[in-house]
């Protein structure tokens, strides 16, 4: 019995491959996913049980470009309930005006920084684009850089924060009007339900010379993972299942799912050079920090463990 708050996915939602494995199935509305659910939304919303309903927590992995992906998946009326209600968008502005730091900060306007630099022009000519902006802050610091900036959410309260703050908002039909330099997708791709289809729609807005960036959770021990199956284990350690969060985290790439994905998108990965990422690294202070700054360009572009990569439209010379 199917539950009328769910999009079925019956082929890979990055590379369309019907060849697929199933690797879990658990109801959502039983142990052990009702419990994290509980657990996880009960201190930031008000979460109802009825849409669990009817429904199953079912991981699929593609044998084509390697991505886990939840079949069952809210649909765009469950998604605002989750992002609106589940998610309480006053309780989340308190966290994030508590919790962001001066390290946070600091790391946009390196990001920002090393981005127009690859660009070569200066700021008051290029237009930057947040796709899935959150409270507008990384759309923010490319204003003060002086860059024109856009952004877009699908949270209601978000936008409207955004808009007091000098942000142009672009909805989703708009898009394509627009041409844009930089497209920002930062955790953003594991929460699209057709994420190929808004790879194709997005490019439709890139400057013949713009790029975009995609930024998504890295699970590289995922199977090892998925065999524990603790979902007790705190996020960011090693046998935490934050990569598929059930309902938000609905797809869960490979380096190789993104590589694929942007192929059939007829877009190509553009890596941005070292001396460049150093360049504009601003905080130095203490050893560890030293550390992670000279480590954390080789582990993105000669190690490749990280999601984070940047596209181009596939016409252009390298």
Known sequence: MHNQYYSYRDRCPACNSTILKELYRKP???PPISEYLESFYSLQGDMKVEYLKDANFTLCECEDCCLIFQKEVPN??????????????KKAFRQHKENDDLELY???AHEISTIIAYLHKVPSKLSFFDFGMGWGKWALMAKGFGCESYGSELSKERMEHAKSNGIKVVTWDEIPEHKFDFINT???FEHIPNPLDALIHLKKSLKPDGILKISVPTA?????RLKRMDWKAKRGTRNSLNPVAPLEHINCYRRSS???MAELASMEEVVIPMKTQYMYTTNWCGAKRVAKNMLLPIYKNILKRKNYLFFRNHHQAL
């Open 76 to 89: 765009d009326y469950f998604m605002k309930v989750i992002y609106e209600k589940w998610l309480d968008p």
């Open 258 to 260: 993104l590589i694929k």
């Open 220 to 224: 590289n021990n995922i199977k090892h």
């Open 186 to 188: 930062e955790q953003v």
């Open 28 to 30: 959502y509305d039983k």
């Open 106 to 108: 600091g790391y946009y």
